[in-house]
């Protein structure tokens, strides 16, 4: 069911600090997008066959902002990509895993998502994605 880790994605302040660090390791940061109904901006930073996804709040009421604000920046989510989204979505529901999301919304680069709750998942956001 799943293919690869898509994106791992790191809650930060700012993604202009940030991207620094990445710089330095010989990474390009690329990708830049708002997705405006999660009140995120999100910048891509591809390493191998994965990405590292930077997540920046647009606004204080930002799910992004109030996950910094309980537990400081780091590791937010991990997305894990699928070829078909609703059947994976209608296999963990059949084996008890609780959903976040039923039904898949948009994510970044047109990408649809959903999130899985992390009573389900040993405390871990997990995403799970499908391209295009
Ligand atoms: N890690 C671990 N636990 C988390 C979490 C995280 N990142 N985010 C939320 N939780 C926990 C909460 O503490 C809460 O736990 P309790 O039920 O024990 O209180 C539970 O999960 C549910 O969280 P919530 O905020 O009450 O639930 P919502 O339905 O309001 O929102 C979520 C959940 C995950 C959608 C939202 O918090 C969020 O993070 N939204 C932004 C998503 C995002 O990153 N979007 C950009 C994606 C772009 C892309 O990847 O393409």
Redesign the pocket.
Same mark, same amino acid.
């Given at each position: 069911m799943l293919k690869k880790v898509n994106?791992i #994605?790191i809650?930060v302040r700012s993604i202009e600090e940030a991207k620094r660090f990445y710089e330095v390791m010989g990474l390009q940061v690329e990708g830049y997008e708002v997705?405006e109904e999660?009140k995120?901006k999100?910048a891509f930073v591809p390493v191998g066959e994965t990405r590292i996804?930077l997540?920046e709040p647009t606004s204080e009421d930002?799910?992004?902002a109030? =996950?910094i604000a309980?537990r400081g920046e780091g590791i937010?989510?991990i997305?894990f990509e699928v070829d078909d989204i609703e059947k994976a979505l209608e296999v963990l529901k059949e084996n008890g895993v609780r959903l976040?999301?039923e039904e898949p919304r948009r #994510?970044?680069?047109g990408?649809r998502?959903a =999130?899985l709750?992390?009573?389900s998942t040993n #405390?871990?956001?997990i995403?799970i994605?499908q391209e295009g």
């Open positions: 994106h #994605g809650a997705v999660q995120v999100v996804e997540l930002s799910p992004v109030k =996950f309980k937010h989510h997305a976040i999301d #994510g970044a680069h990408t998502i =999130f709750h992390p009573k #405390g871990v956001l995403e994605c």
